[in-house]
């Protein structure tokens, strides 16, 4: 009776994602040991972290901003200009939500700014569930 070997017919000629060398594996095997896996999804993650960096400063710099206005005077009509002098970026917001008088509030993070129609804002505080 013929042997078939089947390990023989489950690894497949691989290049590894990585370090480019070539190496037997699984089918859906992309790399060729732990070691370099590891690398791969290091790097993958440091790149991540520093796209999102520079934005996630601007978000936080954003709510800090809005929280010092609210801690001051939570019902204060604060102008646009205000905001822009204390480094407040309206390109960066978390959401944006509509209140049920069809005003948009755009927060950043559990802090929003609700535009008056006179053209000042509101702070408002988000109730967040944990
Ligand atoms: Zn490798």
């Known amino acids: 009776m013929e042997?078939?070997?089947?390990?023989?017919h489950d690894e497949y000629l691989k290049t590894c994602k990585e370090c480019q060398e070539e190496f037997s594996g699984r089918?859906?095997?992309?790399?060729?040991?732990?070691?370099?896996?590891?690398?791969?999804?290091?790097?993958?993650?440091?790149?991540?972290?520093?796209?999102t960096k520079d934005i996630d400063k601007i978000?936080?710099?954003?709510?800090?901003?809005?929280?010092?206005?609210?801690?001051?005077?939570?019902?204060?009509?604060?102008?646009?200009?205000?905001?822009?002098?204390?480094?407040?970026?309206?390109?960066?917001?978390?959401?944006?939500?509509?209140d049920l008088h069809g005003a948009f509030c755009e927060y950043c993070y559990e802090y929003g700014l609700k535009k008056l129609k006179d053209g000042f804002h509101v702070v408002k505080e988000m109730a967040v569930a944990v």
């Open 59 to 98: 978000l936080h710099v954003n709510r800090n901003i809005l929280l010092s206005f609210y801690e001051k005077d939570p019902d204060a009509k604060i102008s646009k200009r205000a905001l822009v002098d204390h480094g407040f970026n309206f390109k960066f917001v978390t959401h944006s939500e509509q």
């Open 27 to 51: 089918l859906n095997q992309i790399f060729c040991t732990s070691k370099c896996k590891s690398q791969y999804n290091n790097r993958f993650s440091r790149i991540e972290r520093n796209a």
């Open 3 to 8: 042997h078939i070997n089947f390990e023989y």
